[in-house]
């Protein structure tokens, strides 16, 4: 550091920092940046290392935990899609009926409910205090080891999915009430169309007409739906 007049620090200024050229600008401005930085650091799978550990990179948790969060995200997408199907056409089919009203309603109040309130009370009442009398745990991916080692393949797959229960209901009940809300409508707007009509006064029966014509058509709108929603259950599989 030296201490000069004002006069001479704009000397010394100018003298050992030159004015950049235009090329030197733009690059500097789009390259020379923490954003760039961020960017380049994620081609490489980059994240850097744990805040408790810096010995323990951001990525490697990540594989370590991508088994679990793809079993809480694809397996809950399956599930829904079946249901929603099924959901949504009872309601389609019985249009403006009792059992249309009380779906639409009990599915409304569980797209408003929120994954915060339900997970601890599923935890407390199912798991804790066990109200039904099914010994449903609350933590872990599967038995202990000593357990679960003496387990067959099938009693293994039934000791993950057994633990995966409540998890697998907090993920999916908000994505199944608004998907059963759009399969709802998708399906009626297929069935008000001329040749529904023509293949019911042919007498086709009703399970050969929704497979066969209702659900064909409606499936585009169901699909981009679905499509979106696994996004969204990616990401609710964290809490």
């Not at 760039?36 to 010995?55: A, V, W």
Request: charged share 15%; aromatic share 10%; hydrophobic share 45%.
């Amino acid at each position: 550091q030296l201490r000069l007049s004002p006069h001479n620090q704009c000397a010394y200024w100018k003298k050992f920092h030159r004015e950049m050229t235009p090329s030197e600008k733009r690059r500097i401005f789009i390259f020379e940046t923490r954003l760039m930085t961020y960017l380049q650091k994620i081609i490489y799978l980059d994240f850097g290392t744990l805040k408790s550990n810096n010995q323990r990179t951001v990525i490697s948790e990540v594989v370590k935990r991508l088994p679990i969060s793809l079993t809480l995200s694809v397996f809950p997408t399956i599930v829904t899609t079946y249901l929603c199907l099924v959901l949504g056409c009872l309601m389609a089919g019985h249009h403006n009926r009792w059992i249309d009203k009380c779906l639409s309603l009990l599915l409304l109040c569980l797209y408003a409910l929120p994954v915060f309130v339900l997970a601890p009370f599923l935890k407390q009442y199912l798991g804790l205090k066990n109200v039904l009398g099914i010994d449903l745990p609350i933590s872990g991916f599967r038995s202990a080891s000593g357990i679960y080692n003496e387990l067959s393949s099938f009693g293994r797959l039934k000791d993950i999915l057994w633990h995966c229960i409540l998890p697998l209901i907090c993920v999916s009940y908000g994505t199944l009430a608004g998907q059963s809300r759009i399969t709802r409508t998708a399906v009626l707007d297929v069935i008000k169309q001329d040749y529904i009509l023509s293949a019911r006064s042919r007498g086709i029966s009703t399970y050969s007409l929704y497979v066969k014509h209702i659900m064909k058509n409606a499936g585009i709108t169901i699909v981009t739906s679905l499509a979106h929603s696994l996004g969204i259950i990616l990401g609710g599989s964290l809490i």
